[in-house]
């Protein structure tokens, strides 16, 4: 749509060709199926409509030719642009799907912002990562979507570009009025953990869930006398089990050979005690 709207726009314009540069076919045939994974990075949706300008307007908006708008309805956040509509995520996901033919997707940034000094307790935030990941795993189930990972913007907050420290997403607040850039856990950050550990989203009404118990925070497993966590432990157990196989298939084979080997020990010597008795 986009390659024939500026052709179009273009020759309506005395151009001889479009301004949008074009792959050659060989260039096509070169590159197609060459990717290994679509990257996304994804925040918010928005609804458009058709806006034409007239031809002779040369601009990134008149090639586009569409006008954006955003519903009052949906929650806002520390960025202008920035609209709370998990809806839109599933349905970018499976328009993925089904433009890319089902390509392995990792979505590489997904988060909220922040503006002032508005506590530890991001509920918002919280609300935010909620729904958009369960829309995820909407798309998935429901939609056959390929989704590979999730990566949550960020970790902390950080330079925001045009906006440097005005806007935050940090799951960790920074203080950088302190000289030593204090990181401190939000709200959010606890309720990310617990779903990573819990590989999805408990629900309190069924009663009291494992992954949320107060000894499931840590991680830590004593494991010969070590503080483990319990991945590293569950390793520890294999390479056990691994070494006590090897050791116990070692003595078959042993006691195997060895076997064969008294057998003809003893053959040899009933051979040359029959010789010394025919020859006495």
């Known amino acids: 749509v986009m390659k024939t709207r500026i052709r179009e726009r273009s020759l309506a314009q005395g151009l001889s060709k479009s301004r949008l540069p074009e792959f050659t076919e060989s260039e096509k045939q070169r590159i197609k199926g060459t990717f290994d994974f679509f990257g996304f ?10 806006l034409n300008y007239a ?10 030719g569409v006008a954006s708008v955003t ?23 499976r328009w993925i799907k089904e433009e890319y033919n089902n390509p392995p997707i990792y979505v ?39 989704l590979r990972g999730y990566t949550a913007w960020s970790l902390m907050d950080n330079f925001e570009w045009a906006t440097g420290f005005a806007e935050k997403f940090g799951l960790y607040y920074i203080n950088y009025t302190d000289p030593n850039l204090p990181r401190i856990p939000r709200e959010s950050s606890k309720y990310y953990s617990s779903i990573i550990l819990c590989n999805g989203f408990p629900d309190p009404a069924n009663g009291p869930h494992l992954c949320l118990q107060p000894h ?5 497993v004593q494991f010969l006398g070590l503080g483990l966590t319990s991945l590293n432990a569950e390793i520890g157990l294999y390479v056990l089990f691994a070494f006590a196989l090897m050791g116990v298939l070692g003595l078959v084979l042993f006691s195997y050979k060895y076997g064969k080997l008294s057998k003809r020990l003893f053959t040899i010597f009933d051979l040359i005690k029959e010789l010394e008795e025919i020859s006495s």
Do not use: C, Q
């Open 41 to 50: 990075n994804h925040y918010t949706t928005i609804l458009a409509y058709n």
């Open 55 to 64: 031809s002779a307007i040369s601009s990134y908006d008149a090639d586009r």
């Open 71 to 93: 519903d009052r309805s949906w929650l806002g956040s520390g960025s202008f642009w920035l609209k709370v509509t998990p809806f839109g995520f599933r349905k970018i996901l």
């Open 108 to 146: 590489t940034e997904n988060g909220i912002s922040e503006r002032g000094d508005l506590g530890f307790n991001d509920t918002w935030r919280i609300h935010y990562y909620k729904s958009y990941i369960n829309e995820a795993l909407k798309a998935v189930v429901l939609d056959g979507v390929d």
């Open 216 to 220: 499931a925070s840590s991680g830590k």
